[in-house]
């Protein structure tokens, strides 16, 4: 294995002056992201993907990934000080973490919470790095048959988890997928969908879609209640963060768990850190002896779902990268960022563009140190950070939104398409459908359709093809499996209460 | 919720029945090489036909109307005025330019939407304004709509 070759290079990539000045902007902004509530790691990246047109796509995705892992950890500091989560993968963490933070403990559990996420992030990166060449190398027999099932899959899982509707769910990937029809058709060369608009020839842009969906679309459901939260106050010196023995004790076993759990869950297409972290609270609390402990201030409650979601945010990198399919939400548009920097994700990315993958995996390490020692020796600069209101923060995230709309190709026409994505993305967290599905499935339509088309173009037995060879016969068969089992459930539920409706 | 549902689920299955129809109709189905510019277009809307008539069964037979959803009336007001002043942004921007049309735009909301002080909302909308002007325009050279006064 020339993992260590590869190492070498990664880290000569990553260690330019340039990409370190990356990394620690991304690791400063995405803790500040994840730190203030009502953004959150998807619009994040939504947001800064713009900046990084200029870039080399190297600097741009150590900038997105630095930003993804940061927000892992800042999240944890909402959750702790104000009992409300910074984002979606420390919910959490404010039930232990909170209670923690009441008794007068918020320095331990906060520092008990970056001591986890570093050990478990540094692992999930060294696993990202072993799995993901042998994966790399597996994906590259992939004919258009198991691409198709591949991605058949990736939007079956993603879609079957996120929204609390599966059909809401199906609806929304099914819409995304429409979306992606819109403009010109690589293959035949016809228009369509384009409602005679010359904008629309060139198809709905990813950005203004995902900048609308994810960061317009929650300052909007920010923006309808307004009002603040009170934070604890606590001290933060590097002695009242820095956890006790008996912390240390109590939280190793919880962070090896959620670390090994948070990055399985990670890999997985679909599952990303949020549903990591609710796994990894829900087995701490099976394997404790002590559970009663859990709900009011158990450190491994912060711990064990704190290590599982750095861990996943890593994991989720792994299909991402070798295969095109991403893990999560945040993947999902890291995804489209890389195919606007006319990269391929896929198998052929680790032997075409070497020093890409391999300066993002020296990156990750880089980026982790940076994190831990940020939010072991800083944590009073975010605390100030959350004292700005979210009444001016609110406009901001606004200019934010519209400012990176625009500059992907300077047309107003992109900030339009932003504004009412945002309405759409209001209106779709509202109503319980999943925004998520529908961007992932924007990104992978015009791929899916070019393989199945492909598919249908070899095959002497029509969409049977999927089921003929193995590889894709097995994928086809999960990625039914995954929409018919909620689906039926749900026809079940509805048709079993047909108890007759109250007067 | 389940009024909403049930009228998402009929505008849905009218938008998937439509979608088919014009791949039907206005794009190849099937070409002489195999599946045309029709093909995979088509089964989503008969797929997202199917999802809506699904959707709106269990919506029909859904005995609870479910919690409420809407905003109130100043929940409402205050989406209507951000949806609003982000439409007037777009009008404006070619006229003002950019940077100008930042600046009134973070104004006003700051000023007669959050209520702030003239100081702390004139502060903080020149201050955007300004490092938005110097990453956008002087550091990654994005063209910015340029407004009548030139900036």
């Known amino acids: 294995m020339d993992v260590f070759a590869n190492l070498a290079l990664g880290f000569s990539v990553a260690l330019t002056p340039f990409n370190v000045f990356m990394a620690m902007v ?85 520092g008990m919470a970056a001591l986890g996420s570093f050990a478990a992030g540094t692992v999930g990166v060294v696993l990202l790095m072993l799995m993901s060449p042998l994966l790399a190398r597996w994906a590259l027999s992939f004919g258009p048959p198991e691409t198709f099932a591949l991605m058949l899959l990736g939007l079956t899982t993603v879609t079957g988890l996120t929204g609390d509707h599966a059909l ?190 391999w300066g993002l995996i020296a990156s990750q390490y880089v980026a982790n140190a940076m994190l831990l020692v940020l939010n072991i020796a800083f944590i009073p600069l975010f605390v100030r950070a959350l004292r700005l209101p979210y009444s001016i923060l609110m406009p901001l995230i606004i200019v934010f939104c519209i400012t990176g709309a625009y500059s992907q190709s300077n047309k107003l026409w992109d900030v339009g398409q932003m504004l009412v994505f945002g309405v759409l993305g209001y209106g779709m967290k509202k109503l319980g459908y999943s925004p998520a599905a529908l961007v992932l499935a924007l990104v992978l339509g015009p791929l899916a359709e070019r393989a199945l088309r492909q598919s249908l173009i070899i095959s002497d037995a029509g969409v049977l093809i999927l089921f003929q060879r193995p590889i894709a016969a097995v994928l086809t068969t999960l990625a039914l499996l995954a929409v018919a089992v909620p689906v039926v459930r749900a026809a079940r539920r509805a048709l079993g209460r047909r108890s007759p409706l109250p007067a | 919720m389940r009024l909403a549902d049930r009228i998402a689920a009929v505008l849905l299955l009218a938008f998937g029945a439509g979608y088919a129809l ?62 609003g002043a982000t439409a007037l942004f777009i009008v404006l921007a070619p006229l003002l330019g950019m940077t100008l049309a930042t600046a009134l735009f973070l104004l006003g909301l700051l000023r007669f939407l959050e209520g702030h002080t003239w100081r702390v909302a004139l502060g903080v909308s020149l201050t955007t304004a300004a490092v938005n002007w110097a990453i956008f325009t002087w550091w990654l050279s994005v063209p910015f709509p340029v407004g009548v006064l030139g900036f």
């Open chain 2, 22 to 83: 014009t791949a039907a109709r206005s794009y190849t189905y099937w070409g002489a090489h195999g599946p045309g510019s029709g093909f995979f277009p088509f089964w989503l809307g008969v797929a997202l036909a199917v999802l809506a008539a699904l959707f709106l069964a269990a919506a029909v037979r859904q005995p609870d109307p479910g919690a409420a959803w809407l905003p109130d009336r100043r929940g409402a007001v205050r989406l209507g005025v951000v949806v």
């Open chain 1, 168 to 357: 809401k769910g199906y609806i929304s990937m099914v819409l995304g997928l429409m979306l992606s029809m819109v403009g010109f058709d690589i293959i035949s060369g016809d228009a369509r969908y384009t409602g005679g608009i010359a904008e629309m020839l060139d198809g709905v842009d990813f950005l203004p879609v995902a900048i609308g969906l994810f960061g317009m679309g929650e300052v909007l459901a920010g923006a309808e209640e307004a009002g603040g939260e009170q934070i604890l106050n606590a001290r933060y010196g590097l002695r009242d963060v820095w956890p006790t023995a008996a912390d240390w004790m109590r939280s190793r076993w919880a962070i090896a768990r959620g670390t090994v759990l948070g990055f399985v869950v990670g890999v997985l297409p679909g599952a990303g850190p949020t549903i990591a972290s609710f796994l990894a609270y829900t087995m701490e609390k099976k394997l404790s002896r002590h559970p009663e402990e859990f709900g009011h201030g158990a450190i491994e409650g912060v711990a064990g779902p704190e290590s599982a979601n750095n861990a996943a945010s890593a994991g989720a990198m792994v299909p991402m990268l070798t295969l095109g399919i991403p893990g999560s939400a945040t993947t999902a548009v890291m995804l489209g960022g890389l195919m606007m920097w006319g990269l391929r994700p896929g198998p052929l990315l680790f032997e075409k563009n070497p020093d890409f993958v």
């Open chain 1, 26 to 110: 991304g690791v400063v902004v995405g803790t500040l992201i994840g730190a203030l509530p009502g953004i959150g790691p998807v619009s994040g990246v939504a947001l800064l993907l713009p900046l990084t047109f200029g870039m080399p796509p190297t600097s741009g995705i150590i900038v997105l990934a630095a930003l993804y892992a940061g927000t892992m950890y800042g999240g944890t500091i909402t959750s702790v000080l104000i009992n409300t989560p910074g984002e979606s993968a420390s919910v959490v963490t404010c039930i232990d973490g909170y209670q923690m933070a009441l008794q007068g403990r918020a320095g331990p559990a906060l």
